[in-house]
């Protein structure tokens, strides 16, 4: 007894085979529940459970249309959908950066090893990138070998400071985890535009031709647009 509730009744609320909550009823009156008052209990959990289902699906696939099924980061459609959303949410004063990172030699690299290994050194690559990035920064896997790194509030000295973590956190993987005889390296090219006056779009476009000279300078190393 509970409460001075000294009658109560409870169905659990299923979802996926898993118990997520429970309906409740109680009462501080002397008499039970009737039979009838249980029977309907019953029939609104299951179907309430059978809402949350079906609000949980909707859930689980919208997340994973904004999901890298390879790397769990998140994919280029995201980056679209933040590029919106920075159109109208972004403040006077507010700084915007990119990090364009682009594995080097990698489809050599999947001819050699084949591409079971290749996925291995994406995985290794997109985890090295989140853990060398700010809490504040957003990555992503823009498409193939290449992903991308959305930095908030950063000049262009800490968005430097950031393209280069990142380039050496991927230099460290262990060979023996990427299954590789050789180390993986990145290029990476950066942009940073201040107080509103470039969109996430056309940064993406001023660090992916940053990347390019990292490319053309040789490779492994971060070139700040």
């Known amino acids: 007894e509970l409460y001075g509730l000294k009658h109560t009744l409870a169905e659990p609320l299923v979802a996926d085979g898993e118990v997520v909550g429970a309906l409740v009823l109680s ?3 002397v008499t039970a529940w009737p039979e009838a008052s249980r029977r309907l209990l019953q029939w609104a959990a299951q179907e309430l459970s059978a ?4 609000a949980y699906a909707h859930e689980a696939a919208e997340t994973r249309a904004y999901i890298d099924a390879l790397t769990g980061l998140p994919n280029r459609r995201y980056l679209d959908e933040l590029a919106d959303a920075l159109k109208l949410g972004r ?6 950066g990119v990090l364009m990172i682009d594995i ?8 050699r090893y084949g591409h079971a290994t290749g996925d291995q050194v994406l995985r290794f690559v997109a985890d090295a990138i989140a853990r060398a990035i700010r809490s504040e920064d957003t990555p992503a896997r823009y498409g193939g070998e290449e992903f991308a790194v959305v930095l908030r509030h950063a000049t262009m000295e800490q968005a430097g400071e950031v393209g280069e973590r990142v380039r050496s956190a991927v230099a460290a993987i262990p060979t023996r985890d990427l299954g590789t005889a050789e180390p993986v390296s990145v290029s990476v090219g950066v942009a ?4 509103g006056s470039q969109t ?3 940064l993406i ?4 031709r940053a990347l ?3 490319k053309r300078r040789g490779r492994d190393r971060v070139v700040v647009a």
């Open 27 to 29: 009462q501080r009156t």
């Open 51 to 54: 809402a949350l289902a079906r």
């Open 91 to 96: 403040r006077v004063g507010d700084t915007l």
């Open 104 to 111: 080097d030699h990698f489809k050599a690299l999947n001819d």
């Open 192 to 195: 940073v535009a201040a107080e």
């Open 200 to 202: 996430l779009t056309e």
């Open 205 to 208: 476009e001023g660090a992916d």
């Open 212 to 214: 390019f000279l990292a």
